[in-house]
């Protein structure tokens, strides 16, 4: 059983290392030192490793604070609401962990901190007067005339309220820096991340007795060591901090989907991928993909960034993007751009005005704008207008309202029915929370391992320094699984297509007449696949598609799978696909089954629904 949760972190300013530029951001030292951004540090971290996910605190604190330290006075909205972002780290072995933050700002209190800033600050109006002087007297000799001009170098506010906000003075202003509270997992259960941090965030600065009897410290340890990961086909409620320390606990939901009855789980919500980009983007994206182009998504938001690279990449199941992918691309690693390899990045800028270079195999999408820049020669999805008018079908359904771009049609004028969808627990063992610093309970053993966790955890909590409270702004219960539902109708869909698409391709495939290890060692010049027989069996309208997609890594690699289940090792993606594809047969006559030359829509997802259904409704304590 895995933990929900591997480390509880916290990110921000050093104050022994003091104001360290951050070498990769643009004209840091060309702007004023309040817009600058500054080398952020792991400043704690509980466990101190883990091995089967070692600790990697140069990428964890690069994509916690993904513009570094940022410093603002109380001119600033530093009282607004934290900001929450997930984020993705693969290692070399491969693995992947996924990481959470909430991002706020603390007042810095550090008196040799706050000098230095007003040293910084002295500096730059120096060097900027300089500049003005000598480009004055440039002009001076040259046109004639005083220009008012800047270096172009310096960046300046065009109004004098935005100029005052830049500036800092250390007799007058409060000081506050940017700081991260996060989790890393190896699972993302994106919702009970979020309801964790944001909940911890508002109850540190509130002086309380917990009149429920659970300290802070008790549920960063319980969700630490105590609450593990549920079985397949089974799903619990885990205990997390309330809103305010006078409320009882906030309950959130674990699942874990069974194959090969469901899909896998997903925790971002596509419903906001659809809400931003619209259907005709987000169709030619996943066509994108397919066709194993390079992908480049930019947003301001990194939490954009996540949904969409995490969203779009789930339809492709039960095929899984085998390259580079890195959904926030730190800007140390901006070079990786350059890499003549599909890929899919996100690109964390705030700045709208991004040159892309017109690559033939480049797809941009920026998030922000709604728009997309398409590679050359790119084939069509087949039956591309059924297939987008049944996900607006499932858009209607669940009210979700889109972007509608000229290029859609309305789903009844292209296809008259669309997908219905429906509108016991064994005896399980009760999470436990202990609090050792509760009054009402004795304490760990002095020494004990657990009394020595548990004290780490209460300094890491109380250092986090929180000085502001906020409204509870967490997501109602309601809406999350009906987010879960909505993912789970849209990924259907989009299962559907390959099921039909390939429901014929074990037909095709070469099993090897030699014995796994010899295949294993000379696969990679063999012909695993009849693609010229199985394209002569689709219609003439979707072969070019379909064939490039055949050239795919990620189609080779659903058909070694296939090889490789007759050796015994069953790939979960591969179950669930066989499964459906057994299923399709079934309903339509067995295994002689003729290809239809019309639109299928979904059917699986009324079965699917009511198995999520159950989970979600009865989930163990």
Same mark, same amino acid.
Request: aromatic share 10%; with cysteine.
């Given at each position: 059983?895995?933990?929900?949760?591997?480390?509880?972190?916290?990110?921000?300013?050093?104050?022994?290392?003091?104001?360290?530029?951050?070498?990769?951001?643009?004209?840091?030292?060309?702007?004023?030192?309040?817009?600058?951004?500054?080398?952020?540090?792991?400043?704690?971290?509980?466990?101190?490793?883990?091995?089967?996910?070692?600790?990697?605190?140069?990428?964890?604190?690069?994509?916690?604070?993904?513009?570094?330290?940022?410093?603002?006075?109380?001119?600033?909205?530093?009282?607004?609401?934290?900001?929450?972002?997930?984020?993705?780290?693969?290692?070399?072995?491969?693995?992947?962990?996924?990481?959470?933050?909430?991002?706020?700002?603390?007042?810095?209190?550090?008196?040799?901190?706050?000098?230095?800033?007003?040293?910084?600050?002295?500096?730059?109006?120096?060097?900027?007067?300089?500049?003005?002087?000598?480009?004055?007297?440039?002009?001076?000799?040259?046109?004639?005339?005083?220009?008012?001009?800047?270096?172009?170098?310096?960046?300046?506010?065009?109004?004098?309220?935005?100029?005052?906000?830049?500036?800092?003075?250390?007799?007058?202003?409060?000081?506050?820096?940017?700081?991260?509270?996060?989790?890393?997992?190896?699972?993302?259960?994106?919702?009970?991340?979020?309801?964790?941090?944001?909940?911890?965030?508002?109850?540190?600065?509130?002086?309380?007795?917990?009149?429920?009897?659970?300290?802070?410290?008790?549920?960063?340890?319980?969700?630490?060591?105590?609450?593990?990961?549920?079985?397949?086909?089974?799903?619990?409620?885990?205990?997390?901090?309330?809103?305010?320390?006078?409320?009882?606990?906030?309950?959130?939901?674990?699942?874990?989907?069974?194959?090969?009855?469901?899909?896998?789980?997903?925790?971002?919500?596509?419903?906001?991928?659809?809400?931003?980009?619209?259907?005709?983007?987000?169709?030619?994206?996943?066509?994108?993909?397919?066709?194993?182009?390079?992908?480049?998504?930019?947003?301001?938001?990194?939490?954009?960034?996540?949904?969409?690279?995490?969203?779009?990449?789930?339809?492709?199941?039960?095929?899984?993007?085998?390259?580079?992918?890195?959904?926030?691309?730190?800007?140390?690693?901006?070079?990786?751009?350059?890499?003549?390899?599909?890929?899919?990045?996100?690109?964390?800028?705030?700045?709208?005005?991004?040159?892309?270079? +017109? /690559?033939? *195999?480049?797809?941009?999408? !920026? #998030?922000?704008?709604?728009?997309?820049? $398409? @590679?050359?020669?790119?084939?069509?999805?087949?039956?591309?207008?059924?297939?987008?008018?049944?996900?607006?079908?499932?858009?209607?359904?669940?009210?979700?309202?889109?972007?509608? +771009? /000229?290029? *859609?049609?309305?789903?009844? !004028? #292209?296809?008259?029915?669309?997908?219905? $969808? @429906?509108?016991?627990?064994?005896?399980?063992?009760?999470?436990?929370?202990?609090?050792?610093?509760?009054?009402?309970?004795?304490?760990?053993?002095?020494?004990?391992?657990?009394?020595?966790?548990?004290?780490?955890?209460?300094?890491?909590?109380?250092?986090?320094?929180?000085? $502001?409270?906020?409204?509870?702004?967490?997501?109602?219960?309601?809406?999350?699984?009906?987010?879960?539902?909505?993912?789970?109708?849209?990924?259907?869909?989009?299962?559907?297509?390959?099921?039909?698409?390939?429901?014929?391709?074990?037909?095709?495939?070469?099993?090897?007449?030699?014995?796994?290890?010899?295949?294993?060692?000379?696969?990679?010049?063999?012909?695993?696949?009849?693609?010229?027989?199985?394209?002569?069996?689709?219609?003439?309208?979707?072969?070019?598609?379909?064939?490039?997609?055949?050239?795919?890594?990620?189609?080779?690699?659903?058909?070694?799978?296939?090889?490789?289940?007759?050796?015994?090792?069953?790939?979960?993606?591969?179950?669930?696909?066989?499964?459906?594809?057994?299923?399709?047969?079934?309903?339509?006559?067995?295994?002689?089954?003729?290809?239809?030359?019309?639109?299928?829509?979904?059917?699986?997802?009324?079965?699917?629904?009511?198995?999520?259904?159950?989970?979600?409704?009865?989930?163990?304590?």
């Amino acid at each position: 059983m895995h933990k929900f949760v591997d480390y509880f972190v916290i990110c921000g300013l050093d104050f022994d290392s003091g104001l360290e530029p951050d070498k990769y951001s643009e004209d840091n030292l060309h702007v004023s030192p309040l817009e600058r951004s500054y080398k952020g540090k792991v400043l704690a971290h509980y466990p101190e490793n883990i091995q089967t996910n070692p600790f990697d605190a140069s990428a964890v604190c690069m994509l916690a604070l993904p513009s570094g330290l940022k410093f603002r006075t109380q001119k600033h909205s530093v009282t607004q609401a934290p900001n929450f972002h997930s984020f993705l780290i693969t290692r070399e072995d491969g693995k992947r962990c996924y990481g959470f933050s909430l991002i706020f700002y603390e007042e810095v209190r550090n008196r040799d901190i706050c000098t230095a800033m007003q040293t910084l600050q002295a500096m730059y109006i120096t060097e900027l007067s300089s500049g003005l002087k000598a480009r004055a007297l440039q002009n001076t000799q040259n046109q004639g005339p005083l220009s008012r001009s800047l270096p172009r170098h310096f960046k300046l506010t065009h109004n004098p309220s935005g100029a005052a906000l830049t500036y800092y003075d250390i007799s007058k202003d409060k000081l506050f820096v940017s700081k991260s509270i996060g989790i890393i997992c190896q699972s993302a259960y994106v919702q009970a991340a979020k309801i964790f941090l944001e909940n911890l965030y508002r109850c540190v600065p509130k002086k309380s007795n917990y009149p429920y009897g659970l300290s802070l410290e008790s549920y960063v340890f319980n969700i630490l060591y105590e609450v593990e990961l549920p079985g397949p086909g089974k799903s619990i409620l885990v205990h997390l901090p309330p809103s305010d320390p006078q409320m009882p606990p906030t309950s959130a939901i674990l699942q874990n989907p069974s194959p090969p009855v469901e899909l896998p789980h997903l925790d971002f919500p596509l419903r906001l991928m659809f809400l931003w980009l619209g259907v005709d983007i987000v169709v030619q994206l996943f066509t994108c993909l397919l066709l194993e182009n390079q992908v480049l998504l930019r947003s301001s938001d990194c939490q954009r960034l996540m949904v969409v690279a995490e969203g779009v990449t789930s339809l492709l199941f039960p095929f899984t993007w085998p390259h580079v992918y890195v959904p926030i691309l730190p800007a140390s690693l901006h070079h990786f751009l350059d890499a003549p390899v599909p890929f899919v990045m996100g690109l964390y800028a705030s700045s709208e005005n991004i040159k892309v270079a +017109s /690559e033939a *195999s480049l797809c941009y999408v !920026d #998030i922000d704008k709604c728009k997309v820049q $398409l @590679p050359e020669e790119m084939g069509a999805f087949p039956h591309l207008e059924a297939f987008t008018a049944e996900i607006w079908s499932v858009l209607d359904k669940y009210s979700v309202h889109v972007p509608n +771009s /000229e290029n *859609s049609r309305n789903a009844q !004028d #292209i296809m008259s029915r669309s997908c219905t $969808l @429906p509108g016991r627990p064994q005896n399980r063992r009760k999470l436990s929370i202990h609090d050792t610093l509760d009054n009402d309970r004795p304490p760990s053993p002095p020494g004990s391992a657990r009394s020595e966790a548990l004290q780490r955890i209460a300094d890491i909590v109380r250092r986090t320094g929180v000085a $502001l409270d906020q409204n509870d702004t967490s997501q109602p219960s309601d809406s999350y699984i009906e987010d879960l539902r909505f993912n789970n109708s849209i990924r259907e869909i989009f299962l559907n297509r390959f099921v039909h698409i390939f429901q014929s391709y074990e037909n095709f495939v070469i099993f090897p007449n030699q014995d796994k290890e010899d295949w294993f060692n000379s696969r990679d010049t063999m012909q695993n696949f009849d693609k010229a027989s199985f394209l002569s069996d689709q219609p003439e309208q979707d072969r070019l598609f379909l064939w490039r997609f055949l050239e795919s890594q990620m189609f080779a690699t659903l058909i070694d799978n296939k090889i490789l289940s007759a050796w015994g090792e069953i790939d979960n993606n591969l179950l669930i696909f066989d499964n459906r594809i057994k299923f399709l047969k079934q309903r339509y006559g067995g295994e002689n089954l003729m290809r239809s030359l019309c639109y299928e829509p979904c059917f699986s997802a009324h079965d699917t629904q009511k198995t999520h259904r159950q989970k979600v409704e009865q989930p163990r304590l």
